[in-house]
């Protein structure tokens, strides 16, 4: 395997991988995908605490996947690039094809036992 791809997917597993890592945090990227928001706007909807999701955001900041605003005494986050969406949602796809797979199998499997 060739040196810069190796390097290119360490890179992405420290500084995106890692961050994608917590349900939590996903969700965070999903409450930004249609506008920037406030902490405690996301906090609540979310229903998490206000320093869980202060937390997360640091994390999402820190990997760059956000960018911190201020608004007088406020902070709100909005996404750094809307790709990040864009691969979740295949993600997503994989997934729910990975399960309705499954589930076909396993219909098939229980009708066989009849």
């Known amino acids: 395997m060739e040196n810069k ?13 890692d961050a994608l890592g917590n ?9 930004l995908r249609d506008r920037p928001r406030f902490v405690t706007d996301m906090a609540s ?3 998490l605490p206000q320093s869980s ?24 986050y909005h996404l750094t690039d809307h790709r990040v ?8 796809g994989i997934m729910s094809d990975r399960l309705v797979k499954q589930a076909k199998i396993a219909d098939a499997a ?5």
């Open 23 to 31: 349900p939590c945090r996903v969700m965070i990227l999903y409450a």
């Open 85 to 92: 969406i864009e691969a979740l949602d295949l993600l997503r």
């Open 45 to 47: 909807e979310l229903e």
């Open 53 to 76: 999701v202060s937390r997360h955001l640091k994390v999402l900041r820190d990997s760059g996947l956000v960018h911190p605003q201020r608004d007088g005494s406020a902070v709100f």
């Open 110 to 114: 229980h009708h066989e036992s009849w």
């Open 5 to 17: 791809l190796i390097q290119e997917i360490q890179l992405l597993h420290e500084q995106v991988c």
